[in-house]
């Protein structure tokens, strides 16, 4: 006999989606899934569409097998429907037989610096959404008026905001980001971005395909000390065998090193061993100031020197909490969680479940051990509600349906001008493109 389970997957994001393929893929005759999606923009896909850099379209391409997953007749979208505001966790736990988290992690760690408060002083959790057209970040100010800006963190969202702070915009305009920071980004005065990392190069979080892609800039120099990698490899030698990735990103880092500069107005420079201390100015960013780190044996430590660097612009990249969750148990800016099982039949995926780490394709092994556990905790399937009977009856729900026909005005909107898609960045006119 066939039962069949209702689960609810809170989060449209890729967490989310290979949350639902996995359900998918371990039905059998016996054992039925219906899957409801809810998501708290109009629009899903989470960070493949708020998140990845724009000039990056080949990570994008994975929304394909989002669709396809959603093309299934157990799968439905439930759109602009927010958890705690619209429904209640408690209502979703006791409507389904199973709930799960793929809220990921939206909030930007603070440097927790003097002066971190300053106008031009911004978390890449607000500027990676603004770019990309997230509707809750078009607002977010970014002055872009002085030359230079300082982007904090060594990893690759660090690395995306610097890219496109220091690339000519001309390289975004066929590419689907905004069109307000496409607009600013003509506009802007930068032409000189460094990036600091608080550790040596060996340290550093940045993954070797990103750090190759940097001596193909065409209208960008990129800086590296071949110094300070020679030291980090010499360093990182010293400790026995180097293992695989961290060679590939040190002779990543030696090839921007060694790669002729082109003497570009604009420069996008790497730093290591500088961690913030201040960032100053009196009612704006006028610039920071870094303590010069050294490597002994296994520690970094402070050298008691410092370096300044003017700038009217600094962005910390320095990773992300979760935003907490009414009724959702916390822990270290994640859901408190043993193996993805947080209590009966609530469960979490993604950056909410293990932090904000690994790249898209990450969360698809993460998502099928998750998956194993639900199925082998499963009892009797029980006569759930429909969501629809929960949600108030003024909700506009944005269907699988209606979402089909915003994606398709917008790569209609993008194919006219050039670009893979213009993005409608107004919930009011992302709702009323759902209608058609
Ligand atoms: P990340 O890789 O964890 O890097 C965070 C960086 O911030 C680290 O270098 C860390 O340095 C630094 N940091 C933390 N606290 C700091 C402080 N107080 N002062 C100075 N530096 C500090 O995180 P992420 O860049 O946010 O990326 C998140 C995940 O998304 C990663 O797995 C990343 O690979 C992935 N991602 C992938 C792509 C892509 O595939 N193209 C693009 C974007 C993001 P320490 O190491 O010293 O702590």
Same mark, same amino acid.
């Given at each position: 006999m066939s039962a069949t389970y209702?689960?609810?997957? &809170?989060?449209? *994001?890729?967490?989310?989606?290979?949350?639902? @393929?996995?359900? @998918?893929?371990? @039905?059998?005759?016996?054992?039925?899934?219906?899957?409801?999606m809810i998501e708290r923009l109009p629009t899903p896909w989470g960070l493949v569409r708020s998140g990845v850099a724009p000039d990056h379209p080949k990570i994008k391409t994975v929304a394909k097998v989002f669709e396809k997953i959603a093309s299934d007749p157990g799968f439905r979208l439930f759109g602009n429907i927010e958890l705690g505001k619209d429904v209640t966790l408690a209502e979703l736990k006791d409507a389904y037989d199973v709930v799960v988290i793929a809220t990921g992690s939206a909030l930007g760690r603070k440097l927790g610096i003097p002066g971190e408060e300053l106008r031009g002083s911004i978390s890449a959790a607000d500027f990676v959404p603004w770019y990309n057209g997230h509707p809750d970040f078009t607002h977010i100010d &970014?002055?872009?008026? *002085?030359?230079?800006?300082?982007?904090?963190?060594? *990893?690759?969202?660090?690395?995306?905001?610097?890219?496109?702070?220091?690339?000519?915009?001309?390289?975004? #305009?066929?590419? #689907?980001?905004?069109?307000?920071?496409?607009?600013?980004?003509?506009?802007?005065?930068? /032409?000189?971005?460094?990036?600091?990392? /608080?550790?040596?190069a060996e340290h550093a979080s940045f993954t070797?395909?990103?750090?190759?892609?940097?001596?193909?800039?065409?209208?960008? =120099?990129?800086?590296?000390?071949? #110094?300070?990698?020679?030291?980090a490899t010499a360093r990182a030698l010293a400790k026995g065998d180097i293992e695989k990735d961290l060679k590939s990103n040190l002779d990543a880092m030696q090839a921007i090193a060694d790669h002729p500069h082109s003497g570009h107005e604009r420069s996008l420079d790497l730093h290591f061993l500088l961690a913030p201390k201040e960032i100053v100015g009196t009612d704006k960013v006028q610039g920071i100031t870094f303590?010069?780190?050294?490597?002994?044996g296994d520690k970094v430590v402070d050298t008691g020197e410092t370096h300044t660097i003017s700038c009217s612009l600094v962005i910390s990249a320095i990773g992300y909490h979760a935003a907490p969750l009414a009724g959702v148990p916390a822990d270290m800016g994640k859901v408190k969680n043993v193996d993805g099982r947080v209590d009966e039949n609530l469960y979490v995926v993604g950056w909410a479940k293990r932090g904000p780490s690994g790249v898209i394709g990450t969360n698809k092994s993460d998502a099928a051990a998750v998956v194993e556990l639900?199925?082998? =905790?499963?009892?009797?399937?029980?006569?759930?509600?429909?969501? #629809?009977?929960?949600?108030?009856?003024?909700?506009?729900?944005?269907? @699988?349906?209606?979402?089909?026909?915003?994606?398709?005005?917008?790569?209609?909107?993008?194919?006219? &001008? *050039?670009?893979? /898609?213009?993005?409608e960045v107004s919930r009011e006119k992302l709702l009323s493109l759902g209608e058609g």
């Amino acid at each position: 006999m066939s039962a069949t389970y209702k689960v609810a997957i &809170v989060g449209a *994001g890729p967490a989310g989606y290979f949350t639902a @393929q996995a359900l @998918q893929n371990s @039905q059998s005759d016996e054992l039925k899934f219906e899957i409801d999606m809810i998501e708290r923009l109009p629009t899903p896909w989470g960070l493949v569409r708020s998140g990845v850099a724009p000039d990056h379209p080949k990570i994008k391409t994975v929304a394909k097998v989002f669709e396809k997953i959603a093309s299934d007749p157990g799968f439905r979208l439930f759109g602009n429907i927010e958890l705690g505001k619209d429904v209640t966790l408690a209502e979703l736990k006791d409507a389904y037989d199973v709930v799960v988290i793929a809220t990921g992690s939206a909030l930007g760690r603070k440097l927790g610096i003097p002066g971190e408060e300053l106008r031009g002083s911004i978390s890449a959790a607000d500027f990676v959404p603004w770019y990309n057209g997230h509707p809750d970040f078009t607002h977010i100010d &970014v002055p872009l008026d *002085g030359g230079v800006a300082v982007v904090i963190g060594a *990893g690759n969202v660090a690395m995306d905001c610097a890219r496109i702070l220091a690339i000519d915009p001309l390289e975004l #305009d066929t590419t #689907d980001v905004a069109p307000h920071a496409l607009s600013a980004l003509h506009e802007s005065k930068i /032409r000189k971005v460094h990036i600091a990392a /608080r550790r040596g190069a060996e340290h550093a979080s940045f993954t070797s395909p990103e750090l190759r892609d940097l001596p193909k800039l065409e209208h960008t =120099d990129v800086h590296i000390n071949a #110094d300070e990698i020679q030291a980090a490899t010499a360093r990182a030698l010293a400790k026995g065998d180097i293992e695989k990735d961290l060679k590939s990103n040190l002779d990543a880092m030696q090839a921007i090193a060694d790669h002729p500069h082109s003497g570009h107005e604009r420069s996008l420079d790497l730093h290591f061993l500088l961690a913030p201390k201040e960032i100053v100015g009196t009612d704006k960013v006028q610039g920071i100031t870094f303590s010069i780190n050294k490597v002994e044996g296994d520690k970094v430590v402070d050298t008691g020197e410092t370096h300044t660097i003017s700038c009217s612009l600094v962005i910390s990249a320095i990773g992300y909490h979760a935003a907490p969750l009414a009724g959702v148990p916390a822990d270290m800016g994640k859901v408190k969680n043993v193996d993805g099982r947080v209590d009966e039949n609530l469960y979490v995926v993604g950056w909410a479940k293990r932090g904000p780490s690994g790249v898209i394709g990450t969360n698809k092994s993460d998502a099928a051990a998750v998956v194993e556990l639900i199925v082998s =905790d499963l009892k009797s399937p029980k006569k759930s509600t429909n969501i #629809d009977e929960i949600l108030p009856i003024t909700n506009e729900v944005i269907t @699988q349906e209606k979402w089909s026909r915003i994606n398709a005005a917008e790569i209609a909107a993008g194919e006219a &001008v *050039g670009k893979p /898609r213009l993005k409608e960045v107004s919930r009011e006119k992302l709702l009323s493109l759902g209608e058609g």
